[in-house]
């Protein structure tokens, strides 16, 4: 049996989608999966039991005495882990700046996985990004999420093979089941039900959706679910959830990944829009699991239109691009037109996007030849 080490060190592991989807792919392909965790806090994000139950989780808190001595404990006991494996994948720049450069022969391919453009703000900003380049390009290979952020990569000097893992969810088409039915159709008397899901700020738009439903109330209604990056627009919604009672909910509860899919199942379409403030913002249009979840329960898209969202959304008929959020009325309107055309469309794209799919394709071109 084959082993594969997944390495993260950031304190969110158990709910990365790319992570949680890699290592279940690799389990179902029958591989020997262990995934090394830095400073997880298993009390705000467990993995899931599936993944708890067939991997094998190490956890690792370097001591807060010898932050050095916990670094070199840490490397020792993953270089231990890494020449036992086939494949090692390190999960963002932290991981790959932090363990990549380990004395020693190793006997894995190594993929660095890109999640978010690595845009360092310490001191040596730059030495670490030339840093981060090296060592990519050190690497088998680079995973991203879409030939935009493979572009964008590229440009900024990565010249080993960048192989594109969508971000969508595992497991077969949910919108065909009847709870994820749409809530709204031509003869319903409820109002249509508008997600705002994940990251809930500026970066996201969010106080721009507010603001706009502050005087569109009789549009639709507003479910917010996830965690809300700044205490003003969390102000702001409670304010607005405290006046409008019937209509705004506002959940932030932590899912995780079978129960995540009840909160899509409550709403009639999903709202995806993202700031222009960095390039991880926007390009976030092939890599935003949000888009994806909407696709696999049926549910169409109101996105926002930014770099490559017309491409995804209206090509392939998923849902509505908007340029301005005061435009959001229309694109309800346009939904509700046809609801059934956009949920078919999700069908397709969904086997468009299959993970599995280009994820294979990747472990078997990184596999070194026999």
């Known amino acids: ?8 060190n950031f304190n969110w592991a158990g709910i ?5 989807n890699t290592a279940g792919f690799l389990l179902d392909e029958g591989w ?19 993944i708890e139950k067939r991997a094998q989780i190490i956890a690792f808190f370097p001591t807060k005495r010898s ?40 006997s894995s391919a190594t993929i660095y996985y890109s999640l978010e453009f690595y845009e360092p703000k310490k001191r040596f900003a730059r030495s670490r990004k030339q840093l981060e380049r090296v060592l990519a390009n050190n690497c088998s ?73 502050s005087i569109n109330q009789a549009c639709c209604s507003l479910l917010l679910h996830g965690w809300f990056v700044s205490d003003d627009v969390k102000s702001t919604a409670m304010k607005i959830a ?16 079978v129960e995540k899919w009840s909160i899509y199942e409550k709403c009639d379409a999903v709202f995806v829009g993202f700031s222009s403030k960095s390039p991880n913002y926007q390009l976030a249009a092939g890599s935003a699991g ?23 959304v209206e090509k392939l008929g998923i849902g509505v691009v908007v340029n301005r959020i005061y435009d959001l009325g229309d694109a309800i309107r346009q939904i509700k037109l046809d609801p059934s055309f956009y949920k078919r469309n999700c069908e397709a794209a969904h086997n468009h996007f299959s993970h599995d799919q280009h994820l294979r394709k990747v472990v078997e071109g990184a596999l070194p030849a026999k």
């Open 1 to 8: 049996m084959m082993q594969a080490l997944l390495v993260a």
């Open 16 to 20: 990365s989608t790319p992570l949680i």
């Open 32 to 50: 020997s999966v262990k995934i090394f965790a830095i400073c997880p806090d298993f009390g705000r994000f467990p993995f899931p039991k599936d």
């Open 67 to 106: 932050l050095q001595l916990g670094y070199i404990l840490t490397a020792l006991r993953l270089f231990s882990e890494a020449r036992k494996s086939s494949l090692t994948f390190l999960f963002d720049a932290e991981a790959l700046l932090n363990f990549l450069p380990i004395p020693g022969k190793r």
């Open 141 to 213: 290979g680079t995973i991203t999420q879409s030939g935009m952020r493979a572009a964008f990569l590229k440009r900024q000097g990565i010249r080993t093979d960048i192989w594109i893992v969508p971000n969508s969810p595992r497991g077969p088409y949910l919108g065909n089941q009847q709870s994820f039915s749409l809530s709204w159709d031509e003869t319903s008397t409820a109002k249509f039900v508008l997600l705002c899901i994940g990251t809930l700020g500026y970066e996201t738009r969010v106080d721009e959706i507010l603001s706009w439903y």
């Open 242 to 257: 405290f006046n409008n009672k019937e209509s705004v909910r506002i959940s932030t509860d932590l899912k995780d990944e």
């Open 290 to 312: 949000k888009l994806y979840d909407a696709i696999r329960t049926g549910k169409p898209v109101i996105a926002l239109n930014s770099p490559g969202m017309r491409d995804i």
